[in-house]
């Protein structure tokens, strides 16, 4: 069964999924190409869909071709994971208005147009995902990832690609501590990935947390063993997709930070938050475009130019 998708707005699909390998491999979200896999995984069923585009950056259509259609409710789902991945669901019309009035967001959101957050579609693996990635380089997350979702997940044969489903909560709450240190887990990540996914097991998830404000989802989350503040914001932001929350206390948005506002001077977790604060409804997707800044800039050095 296909079905297809028009963007509101403005689409790079290219820039938006580059995630998905810029650090490395992830076997549960398959880019490559002009082509997008992943396995939806839902109580009884692993449902494996593809995603192509056609078009240019402000007239794109998806079209998602799912393998086993077998339920309204399996394509309704399918939908909702497209839309989270792709970004959908943010309004980067109503950004680029208020963007160009900034002397940094302007040039950036014409260098980058069309780029969109791409958001987890489950609060298992952005948790697990934040978790990998805790005070680590992204390539050895990646790596950390990937070793966690072939060791766990479940791999499906989409044509002459091989994509895992990402692992349900059950398997991980019951993961051994001694098999994810042997993938290279610290015993400390070890215990935060168990902990969050017994949470997500008894019942934790996007929806529920989705009708809570942020104070309250950061206080939900911190609560659980291994997860700080750092964390909850990433997860308000990419997973939850608010647009309210800037990520302060990660070390790339300072130096984001100092790279674009602080002439090279490392601000303070407050200094980035009093700054993204005139920002709105918009600090997620502003820390977006000066993330992706961050990251051409850097190429430019390391490539002479």
């Known amino acids: 069964m296909t079905i297809t998708l028009a963007p509101d ?11 998905y390998r ?14 997008f896999r992943r396995v939806l995984r839902r109580p009884g069923v692993l449902a494996p869909y593809e995603v192509r585009w056609q078009g240019p950056v402000d007239a794109v259509r998806l ?3 799912v393998t086993d259609a077998r339920s309204a409710g399996v394509r309704a789902a399918v939908v909702r994971e497209v839309r989270a991945i792709f970004g959908l669901d943010f309004d ?6 208020f963007a160009k009035e900034d002397v940094v967001l302007g040039p950036l959101v014409e260098a980058f147009h069309g780029l969109r957050p791409t958001l987890a579609p489950t609060a298992l693996e952005m948790l697990v995902g934040a978790i990998t990635a805790q005070q680590v380089n992204l390539a050895f997350a990646f790596t950390l990832r990937a070793r966690l979702v072939r060791r766990y997940g ?3 044969a989409t044509g002459a690609d091989v994509v895992y489903a990402f692992p349900d909560a059950a398997a991980l709450a019951r993961a051994r501590l001694a098999s994810l240190r042997a993938l290279q887990f610290s015993t400390v990540k070890a215990l935060a990935v168990r902990s969050v996914a017994r949470a997500v097991a008894a019942g934790l998830d996007a929806d529920g947390l989705d009708a809570a404000d942020n104070r309250a989802v950061i206080e939900r989350l911190t609560a659980l063993r291994g997860v700080g503040r750092w964390t909850a914001e990433w ?9 309210d929350v800037c990520p302060a206390g990660d070390l790339g948005v300072r130096k984001a930070f100092a790279h674009f506002y602080g002439r090279g001077r490392m601000p303070s977790e407050e200094t980035v938050r009093r700054r993204a604060a005139a920002w709105g409804p918009y ?3 502003a820390v977006h475009y000066l993330l992706a800044g961050l990251r051409r800039a850097a190429e430019r050095v390391g490539g002479g130019s």
């Open 92 to 97: 980067l019309g109503a950004f680029y208005r």
């Open 154 to 156: 479940v791999p499906v």
């Open 63 to 65: 079209t998602i071709t």
């Open 283 to 285: 600090q997620n997707l």
């Open 9 to 19: 707005g403005p689409l790079d699909v290219g820039a938006t999924l580059a995630r």
């Open 235 to 243: 997860f308000l932001a990419r997973c939850l997709g608010r647009g």
């Open 22 to 35: 810029l650090w490395g491999e992830d076997p549960a979200n398959r880019f490559g190409g002009d082509v």
